[in-house]
């Protein structure tokens, strides 16, 4: 069989990187292969996003672009996946009939079975429908990382039950599917052997893993994890608050791999604007849980979003916020201006916040953030963590190589990027490398990252991973 080419453009989350890596798992075994040359590719896929108008405007851009190339290559096949796909459904092909087949969020492993069923000058395809089972074919499940990776995503849940009025998760991913335990720890296995070090358990709302299905619960699906042999860390994304348990939050002091550091979303500071959100918590229960996480490990780092400008949000709302924000003091965040989303009630919500009012408060955010950060930065020069390394920093990719050094790039526990050099007198086994882990003294900060130096001027291979820093 002739050897055919996909490029792949993947918008938005993690889960969309999922998927869009079983998409190509997939169509490895129709004899597809990865390519990064979009002109000359035998099928494009883009896997979309529709969170915020933005994501959406960017697909459709980007389809509105392949216009050319379909016309120079009419046998070229152009598959809309993900959120938009969802949505949208037919309703793409009449904007954009270049396309042959959209599939929404349920349908990634019918990819193949529809990509034979695209005909020249055929009926394009649309497969929408939403499924309440996750398919578990594990020849296809199972995402071993081709030896290179370091680090990985398993999803463990698909969909949102918890209706936050501003997001379309719900509409374009469905109700809460959880996995079974089984089929995630066997995935798990197949990537620590393919040379994965760090996973990172995803669903849009991993504390209520398991809840509806009776299933082991999260906090145990964590420690199952912890066991597995040769796997060296564990983080999760998504949290809710209202969610996070007692037992959650003593596990980030008491479960060896589990990261120090998580991702707990407060999108707002002010009651009327979380009540109106349908966040079912208060400003004071998230506060409690943050003060509850930092007892259970006081060097946690604590991500959040924020979304600024929702409907009826007033100054005393937003002043709210940048109190908060002071209060917690948050390692990173992101931060976003409410969008309008046709599903999501909050559309139809009174007291739209006018464009240049969102702009100014998200930047007012993003200034005080950035001094927090400085704050919180400058405050950890001095100090050693354990570095996992991914590679060669970005710097190194980058500039002509200074002779008998090679600087490296890694994460802290508390997902803090790392670039420090090593020397070396005959050129370094990256594949070697990659993996270890290292103590590094941090000796300069930026905003996004640090640059450090190996506290003995060798790799360390411990196991299991010291979790806690200390000072040097
Ligand atoms: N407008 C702006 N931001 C949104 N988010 C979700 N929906 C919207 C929306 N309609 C943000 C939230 C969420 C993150 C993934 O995206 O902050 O946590
Ligand atoms: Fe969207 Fe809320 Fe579900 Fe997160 S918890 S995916 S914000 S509905």
Do not use: W
């Not at 066997?186 to 849009?204: D, N, P, R, Y």
């Not at 509806?212 to 994304?237: M, P, Y």
């Not at 407060?266 to 506060?287: E, H, I």
């Amino acid at each position: 069989m002739k050897t055919k080419t996909v490029y792949i453009n993947t918008i938005g989350c993690q889960m969309n990187v999922y998927d869009s890596e079983r998409m190509l798992r997939l169509l490895a075994d129709e004899n597809y292969m990865p390519t990064s040359s979009i002109e000359t590719a035998d099928l494009i896929i883009v896997n979309t996003c529709a969170i915020r108008e933005k994501a959406v405007q960017k697909v459709h851009s980007f389809l509105g672009r392949l216009n050319v190339l379909k016309k120079k290559n009419p046998r070229l096949h152009v598959v809309v996946a993900g959120c938009v796909a969802q949505q949208q459904g037919a309703k793409l092909i009449e904007r954009f009939p270049q396309v042959n087949i959209v599939m929404g969020t349920h349908a990634v492993d019918q990819l193949p079975d529809l990509l034979r069923g695209v005909k020249p000058d055929g009926m394009p395809i649309v497969a929408v429908d939403m499924t309440d089972i996750i398919h578990e074919n594990p020849a296809h499940t199972v995402m071993s990382s081709s030896g290179k990776e370091v680090t990985g995503f398993v999803t463990i849940m698909r969909g949102c039950d918890n209706y936050c009025t501003y997001c379309v998760v719900p509409y374009v991913r469905g109700r809460e599917i959880s996995r079974e335990p089984g089929a995630i720890i066997a995935e798990i296995k197949v990537m620590v052997q393919s040379g994965v070090k760090e996973i990172t358990l995803l669903g849009q709302n991993v504390n209520s893993y398991g809840v509806k299905e009776g299933l082991t619960s999260f906090v145990k699906l964590l420690a199952l994890v912890n066991d597995i042999e040769g796997l060296e860390r564990i983080r999760f994304v998504t949290s809710h608050p209202k969610d996070l348990s007692d037992q959650l939050i003593a596990s980030f002091g008491t479960l060896q791999k589990l990261c120090n550091h998580i991702h707990l979303p407060v999108q707002s500071g002010a009651d009327p604007v979380l009540k109106r959100m349908n966040r079912k918590y208060t400003r004071n229960a998230y506060l409690k849980k943050i003060a509850r996480l930092r007892a259970a490990s006081p060097d946690i780092a604590i991500s959040t979003d924020f979304i600024v400008g929702f409907p009826g949000e007033t100054d005393a709302d937003f002043a709210a916020t940048i109190d908060l924000m002071k209060t917690v003091r948050f390692d990173s965040l992101f931060a976003f201006e409410y969008s309008d989303r046709s599903e999501a009630p909050a559309s139809r919500f009174s007291g739209k916040i006018a464009s240049d009012v969102k702009y100014r408060r998200l930047q007012a955010l993003l200034d005080l953030q950035k001094q927090i950060i400085s704050d919180n930065h400058a405050a950890l020069i001095g100090r050693v963590f354990p570095v996992l390394i991914e590679g060669e920093s970005k710097n190194q990719q980058k500039k002509p190589e200074v002779p008998g050094i090679v600087e490296l790039t890694g994460r802290t526990s508390e997902n803090r990027i790392v670039n420090f050099p090593v020397s070396s007198h005959s050129p370094l086994d990256m594949d070697a490398l990659k993996g270890q882990i290292m103590s590094i003294r941090i000796e300069t900060a930026f905003l996004n990252s640090f640059r450090g130096v190996a506290v003995e001027n060798q790799i360390e291979s411990f196991t299991p991973e010291r979790r806690h820093s200390h000072v040097a």
